[in-house]
């Protein structure tokens, strides 16, 4: 079985930044990609940012060079880092994964972004 939970949500000004966390519990060996969704009332999920097992990143648009994905993959955690925030980023935002050996997606729970004028 595997878990995820994230961490790290809340409410901020614009132009704050946060920092988000997934980490995974269970059966894992290694994880393999890693990514971060989120879904704004009344829109469809979108993919905010993936980082595959080898590091490598790409980013939905709309965040490139305000949001940075890490991972360490010793904790089993995925991070999202998320500066000059803008009311369009207010979201939940979910973490992904696949895991080596046992599939996927598998998805967190969500935590609330909330960025106010």
């Known amino acids: 079985q595997v878990r995820l939970v994230e961490s790290g949500g809340g409410l901020v000004q614009t132009g704050g930044s946060l920092r988000l966390s997934c980490a995974a519990s269970?059966?894992?060996?290694?994880?393999?990609?890693l990514g971060w969704y989120r879904q704004a009332p009344g829109k469809q999920r979108e993919l905010v940012a993936i980082?595959?097992?080898?590091?490598?990143?790409n980013y939905a648009d709309s965040v490139k060079g305000r949001f940075t994905i890490s991972r360490d993959n010793a904790k089993n955690t995925v991070y999202l880092q998320m500066n000059s925030l803008k009311p369009a980023d207010t979201a939940v935002y979910y973490c992904?994964?696949?895991?080596?050996?046992?599939?996927?997606?598998?998805w967190g729970k969500g935590t609330q972004v909330t960025v106010s004028s």
């Open positions: 992904n994964a696949f895991v080596v050996g046992l599939g996927g997606p598998y």
């Open positions: 980082i595959t097992s080898g590091g490598s990143t």
């Open positions: 269970g059966s894992i060996f290694s994880l393999n990609s």
